[in-house]
């Protein structure tokens, strides 16, 4: 398992697209944002392309591995199936984290304007979701085990919780139950931060399990 | 000679499970997402309180995500061919860069426009298949109208994402790349946009043209132009800015396909 997490990590950090679309992340933010007063609210309201834009980068670190038929040369390895799922996940959620954190953290520390409550808040909350981000790519590659379709249903996926969380409908029951959604509950206290993470932690187990279904019984 | 290119093009879509999956997850978006909401804060000027109101509220709103989806659907099916090495097979039968990109263009041109209008339409069935039949028979005019929008300004704001499939020739980064594009230009500056001219506050970025630049912009124009009361020059004038933009876009993207060196 070490090894495999190693060389997971070695592939994240060597790989080009991860530190452009970090530094897309901070440029995209820093326009959009630019001449406003930064705060946790306007910061989570504003996320929801970064949001994206690291989704679509971690289903595509892991289905590259599907499409070009890397995957078969750690199973001939002697390495399990599940274990080479958990090392993907692990640093998948890794690389998420940092892409997700990197803009908020920096603009947090060089502005100096969170209290150590709002910034404990904000970080567990996207902590979080990077985890469910992680989960979601890996069910995503699993399933489709090509790049671009994967990364094509994941759009439609942010999409539909985009359009769901703003309909006059259904807007506010599918608040509660899309983990995006939630993140305006969780800071407006309608939620609470306990809530909020058991409803991840079941949301992650469920793609966890669907992962684990595919990954079992999908040939290579 | 583009004829039997148009004609492998189109083959290739009617066999496409993908295609089908597309038409079927835009259809159901449109079909869960389209309310009769809209008609109590309308998103369009002047919308009238009945089948059509609510058509063309569908098309400003769930139309916009539509257009991300087919957006990005076509930037992959161009991505595609670069990947699977199609353009290579093509040019070695042949065929110019100019005439396998133009064919591209009328692919993604007929796509995005087919997925989006078929998806609106759908959305609108669920408020009565008699009540729409009648609403198209009584406001042909504007039905007709707003179909020829969907297919030139959707085509004018997609028809970018494909120049990012020459450039990247990789899914992964024209599908990254052609999202991203399309989120802000439609999401984030359409609604800089709205603001700047509902507030009349034309002070910093857009100071000089008072926001009559705006109106040069194709994703505010799709929501602009559904407005029932425009009159001929603004509908022609609205026509003539999507095909300039459109003949913009496709130029650059030729421009770069024929200098580019395939993988």
Known sequence: MGRLIKLECYKLLKDRLFWTIILLIILINSVMFAGQDISIDSLAQKMF???????????????????????????LSGNSKTKILFAKIL?????????????????????????????????????????????????????????GLSIGCAI???????????????????????????IKLVLNNYVTLNQYTVTL????????????????KSEF | MAKRLIKVELYQIAKSSMFFIMVITCCIMSFFFTSSDY???????????????????????????????????SAYLFGEQFKQRTFNLKIGCGYSRTQLYLVQCLKTFLIVGLLIGLAVVVGCLKYGIADLIKAVSENMGYFIRSLIFIFFLAFAIVSFCLIFAVIFQDTTKTLIAS???????????????????????????????????MKFYPPYLWRWALNPDLNSNQLILTLVIALIWSVVAVSIGCYIFKKKEIK
Do not use: R
């Not at chain 1, 793609?207 to 684990?212: C, F, N, R, S, V």
């Open chain 2, 179 to 213: 999202f991203v594009f399309l989120f802000v230009s439609c999401y984030i500056m359409a609604a800089i946009v709205t603001n700047f001219l509902a507030s009349g506050n034309h002070s910093s970025a857009y100071g000089i043209s008072e926001g009559a630049i």
């Open chain 1, 201 to 216: 932690i079941v949301w992650d187990l469920v793609l966890l399990i669907l992962a684990l279904i595919c990954v079992k």
């Open chain 1, 156 to 182: 439609v996926f942010h999409l539909i919780t985009l359009l769901s969380v703003n309909s006059s409908s259904v807007g506010f029951i599918m608040a509660h139950i899309l983990p995006v959604g939630m």
């Open chain 2, 39 to 73: 008609l109590l804060e309308p998103i369009v000027q002047n919308t009238p309180n009945n089948v059509v109101g609510i058509y063309m509220n569908s098309i400003a709103d769930v139309g916009v995500a539509l257009i991300i989806i087919a957006g990005c659907y």
């Open chain 1, 49 to 75: 392309l970064t949001i994206v834009i690291v989704s679509l980068y971690g289903t595509s670190f892991i289905a590259k591995d599907y499409e070009e038929k890397k995957i078969i040369y750690e199973i």
């Open chain 1, 91 to 147: 640093i998948t959620a890794l690389g998420i984290q940092i892409q997700l954190l990197v803009f908020p953290i920096v603009i947090g520390f060089i502005n100096n304007k969170f209290t150590d409550e709002n910034l404990k808040i904000f970080l567990v909350i996207y902590f979080w979701l990077g985890i469910f981000l992680s989960f979601l790519a890996t069910m995503m590659a699993n399933i489709f085990k090509s790049q």
